[in-house]
């Protein structure tokens, strides 16, 4: 089992930066593939980016030139570097972490960006 719990959101405005941490803890191997996902109000979750162990990175095309995704597996943890954020990146982040062929979710994050 895998326990996920995010911190880092809250209120910024237009133009501003957050990091988003995942830390994740419980009885597992091996954490393969963690990534961050969003949900804003009335739509469907989105993925945002995901990074394997070995460090390679998956970024929707929309926000690969503002967000960054990172990981430090010694910690099993996973960041969101945010930045020139906008009030459409207005969500719930979400993170998510495979291990074992299980997929795992966080409670999420409220990020909010409003003037």
Do not use: H
Request: hydrophobic share 30%; charged share 20%.
């Amino acid at each position: 089992q895998v326990q996920l719990v995010e911190s880092g959101g809250g209120l910024v405005q237009p133009g501003g930066s957050l990091r988003l941490s995942c830390a994740a803890s419980g009885s597992f191997f091996r954490i393969n593939v963690m990534g961050w996902y969003r949900q804003a109000p009335g739509k469907e979750r989105e993925l945002v980016a995901t990074i394997t162990r070995g460090g390679s990175t998956n970024y929707a095309d929309s926000l690969k030139d503002r967000f960054t995704i990172s990981r430090d597996n010694t910690k099993n943890t996973v960041y969101l570097q945010m930045n020139s954020l906008k009030p459409e990146d207005t969500a719930v982040y979400y993170c998510n972490a495979e291990s074992r062929q299980r997929y795992y979710w966080g409670q999420g994050t409220q990020v909010t960006v409003t003037v």
